[in-house]
């Protein structure tokens, strides 16, 4: 309002956040530079303080009254500070729903949270693989046209990036911030861009793997890379001879029963072609291509057409060779020309006058376990004959043939089942008969009833006081020499017992009896 002299400087605080210095003079008017700061920003630019730093008076010293004018810088200017990037806030389309195909156009909309102007063009990039562009235009919203190209693909087409070829700016010159909005395409849009043509992913079944006889019911069902629909029928031709036929539909899959009939056979049921009645068609009416899957009926089932009964095709033993004692274990497979299923049990009959019980199950294959009892024996283990004692049927239920067959465990295994201890049968003397004096030696042979093998030594004590060491032999017989030493007497030499030192066992593993024979050295 009148001259004033600033000492120091005086700060105009603006409504933007940020300051202009007014520096020292002496006048009624002066001037300053606001220099605009990221995060500053404002609808319209004013002052909201002013503050003096030292002093501000006019002649007669009075300090200057800071209060705010009415006249303020928003008062005859329109200045805005916008530090903020304009963005993307959605990108939409108000093409309906629905498949397209090569040539079809899509308009697409994009959103800004501010106006801006475009110049050159902005290129919105699609999951499809295709491109719409934007030409130049100042607004918050412009559009374009996408024109589907041949090879372009999606299941719900929706903006991938946006890609601005010269500028696009908002009022404050601020360049668009260019990151996908949370609104796209595909937020409230389902558009399908389909230019490749339909085709069978798999064929399958879900009927449990086995045989199947005439009459029986096989469930088939075909699925497709995407939804068809189908008009008339489609036929899937099989393998056995027969047929599924598909009724109209529309959808991903479907599904048909193949009903086996006489005459029918397959030793894996697979389909051999599709055949299409009248059309089968995606919904960008692409036909259906009806070359056979990867994955077909055979690639993840086992559906046999039989109507042949099943036979035991071998039975064997994974057991190693050699003699087995009372409460070992021998194991025992049976195989089937086919998966059976067992309802109750199988025994296997053995020549040993063991058995073998085989417990329910369903394949081509199982085993049990064949527990030696006390006073069984076999020179060459054997199966003797198979009883069912429920019921043992493959899929198509024909009941098992009980045939022993061509392979038997003595076939491939020299299994020997010996449940008997081995005994002494003779304890001898070499020497001649006469009287023996300390330091003389005396032979002494002991004989058993089948090969032993002695492990450490085995002692026969003598009635003289003496003993006789036997050292470890395999063998019916062997022989040890007795040394009479001092103190030592008897009327007539005979063994008194037998001890085993560590082991002596027959090749079953029978522990030897030590049970004094009838033949001791005094007999003979």
């Known amino acids: 309002s009148e001259q004033i ?7 105009i605080n603006l409504d933007s956040g940020g300051v202009c210095l007014i520096s020292a003079f002496t006048g009624t008017t002066s001037t300053g530079t606001y220099t605009v700061l990221a995060g500053h920003n404002s609808n319209d630019l004013t002052a909201t303080s002013v503050v003096v730093g030292t002093t501000a008076r006019d002649l007669a010293l009075n300090d200057l009254n800071t209060a705010l004018p009415g006249t303020n810088i928003a008062t005859g200017s329109n200045i805005i500070i916008d530090t903020v990037d304009p963005v993307i ?7 309906p729903d629905g498949a397209y195909d090569t040539g079809s156009n899509i308009t697409i909309r994009i959103n800004f ?10 290129a919105i990039n699609l999951d499809s693989g295709g491109v719409c562009v934007i030409n130049p235009f100042t607004g918050t919203t412009t559009t374009g046209t996408y024109t589907v190209l041949a090879g372009e693909n999606t299941l719900d087409l929706t903006a991938t990036s946006v890609v601005v070829n010269t500028t696009a700016r908002d009022i404050a010159q601020n360049n668009l911030n260019t990151a996908l909005p949370g609104i796209n395409i595909a937020t409230g849009s389902n558009i399908v861009i389909d230019t490749t043509p339909p085709t069978i992913t798999s064929i399958t079944s879900s009927t449990a793997d086995g045989a199947y006889k005439a009459g029986d019911n096989i469930n088939i069902r075909i699925n497709f890379s995407e939804p068809i629909t189908l008009v008339g029928t489609m036929a899937i031709n099989l393998n056995s001879g027969g047929v599924c036929v598909i009724n109209a539909f529309s959808g991903t899959t479907s599904t048909g029963v193949y009903t086996v009939l006489a005459g ?8 051999t072609s599709v055949v299409v009645n009248v059309t089968a068609k995606d919904a960008s009416t ?13 690639t993840g089932s086992n559906i046999i057409i039989d109507t042949t009964a099943p036979t035991i095709t071998s039975i064997t033993s994974s057991t190693a060779d050699g003699a087995y004692k009372a409460g070992d274990t021998v194991n025992i497979r049976i195989n089937f020309s086919e998966p059976i299923t067992i309802v109750g049990t199988v025994t296997i009959n053995l020549n ?5 019980l085989i417990g329910a199950f369903s394949g081509t294959t199982t085993t049990g376990v064949y527990t030696i009892l006390a006073g069984q024996t076999s020179a060459d283990l054997n199966a003797t004959s198979v ?3 429920t019921t043992a049927r493959d899929a198509a239920l024909n009941n098992l043939d009980t045939t022993l067959p061509g392979t038997n465990i003595a076939t491939g295994s020299n299994i020997i089942i010996d449940t008997t201890a081995p005994t002494i049968t003779s304890i001898t003397s070499s020497t001649a008969d006469g009287a023996y004096k300390a330091g003389d030696n005396i032979n002494v042979r002991i004989n058993f009833s089948e090969p032993v093998t002695i492990v450490g030594t085995v ?14 032999f395999t063998g019916t017989t062997t022989t040890g020499v007795y040394t009479v030493l001092a103190g030592h007497t008897s009327a007539d030499l005979t063994a008194t017992s037998v001890v085993v030192g560590t082991t002596v066992r027959d090749a079953a593993l029978n522990d030897l009896n030590t049970a004094l024979p009838g033949t001791n050295i005094a007999t003979g």
Do not use: Q
């Open 113 to 122: 949270s501010e106006v801006v102007t475009l110049v050159g063009t902005m």
């Open 352 to 356: 040993s006058g063991g058995v073998c």
């Open 286 to 298: 692409n036909d259906l291509v009806t070359t056979l899957p990867v994955t077909n009926i055979a």
């Open 264 to 271: 029918h056979t397959s030793a894996d049921l697979t389909a």
């Open 89 to 95: 806030t959605s990108i939409t389309s108000p093409s």
């Open 459 to 472: 002692t026969i004590n003598l009635n003289s006081g003496g003993l006789c060491l036997i050292s470890a």
């Open 5 to 11: 002299t600033l000492i120091g400087t005086m700060t």
């Open 387 to 389: 009883v069912v004692g």
